[in-house]
């Protein structure tokens, strides 16, 4: 996220707009620790201890929608309610500042919150209109978590840069990528111009070695297909759950699913500090790894138990997943 901020920068100077390098993101969303990343990460709790930050960095909703109950019936509206924002950020702001909007096809905290329809489509259209990157940050998403290569394929957008890392070696190495379109490579490439930035490491031949290969082995085993073939399952068996008092809802793709939990279903009431302490940190974490059960609760937003099995997984693993994920959340409410 450090280069793709400095690379968003550095374009629109060479492209005589040197006022535009503000950062637009949505609230709850995790795009990393480092200065200037933090500035970008919607979480304030992350970031008090480091402050001043980076200046720069500005927040609009997220997509949840089930803390939107008026739209339930409606996702198209959502849609409209929770992309106009962005452009209304990059008005205010004034659109000869904005470098960037960076989002998640499907952000990760909070809970594997989804995009309406037509949302990346609306942010998009006002990115093109503003002069504005859009900045896809696939960390997370990319290499088959999805069923893709990138997500913003599965969510039909093109993005200007995208962010990725952990699947390009399915862990086995360290490695990350920052992938520009040609339109945002054409200044770069011009005579003289060079891109003053570097990791210690980069380009490192033996995290480079992996990734070829884990790309390879991921292609001759049909595994983004085999995602996209069994992501209805996953989803339908957590599903299951809903008939638990503490499940509010389960939502998410492919292979990146998350349960809410809530101490008043009907009103969709959450936990109130002690209660998330004794849930999230007290309880949880350990009766979830002694059932063999290797997920996370997170309550960065409001309180989830987020899954992403390994992409080889299939119904008998989702049956093993759902059959501890109700054993332990029916011992929850012991603790409350």
Known sequence: MESAWKVAKQYFKLMGKPLKHKVISRSVAYHGTPHGAMAITGLAMMKKDFEPLAPGGFRVPNTNIYRHPEFADDPEAFGRWAADPVEEAILFEGADTVAAVVLEPVQNSGGCLTPPPGYFARVREICDRHDVLLVSDEIICAFGRHGHTFACEKFGYVPDLITCAKGMTSGYGPLGAL????????????????????????????????????????????????????????????????????????????????????????????????????????????????????????????????????????????????????HVLLDATSVL
């Open 179 to 326: 992938i520009a379109s040609d339109r945002v490579m054409e200044p770069f490439l011009r005579p003289g111009v060079t891109f003053p930035h570097g990791y210690t490491w980069g380009g490192h031949p033996v995290s480079g070695a992996v990734a070829l290969a884990n790309l390879d082995l991921m292609e001759r085993e049909g595994l983004n297909q085999r995602v996209l073939d069994n992501e209805q399952a996953f989803g339908d068996t957590l599903r299951k759950l809903l008939d638990l008092p503490i499940v509010g809802d389960v939502r998410g793709d492919g292979y990146f699913w998350a349960v809410e939990l809530v101490k008043d279903k009907a009103t969709r009431e959450t936990f109130d500090a002690a209660e998330r302490e004794r849930l999230v940190r007290g309880f949880l974490p350990g009766a979830l790894f002694d059932n063999g059960l290797h997920c996370r609760p997170d309550d960065r937003g409001d309180v989830v138990v987020q899954l992403a099995p390994p992409l080889i997984a299939g119904q008998a693993e989702f049956d093993e997943i759902e059959r501890v994920l109700r």
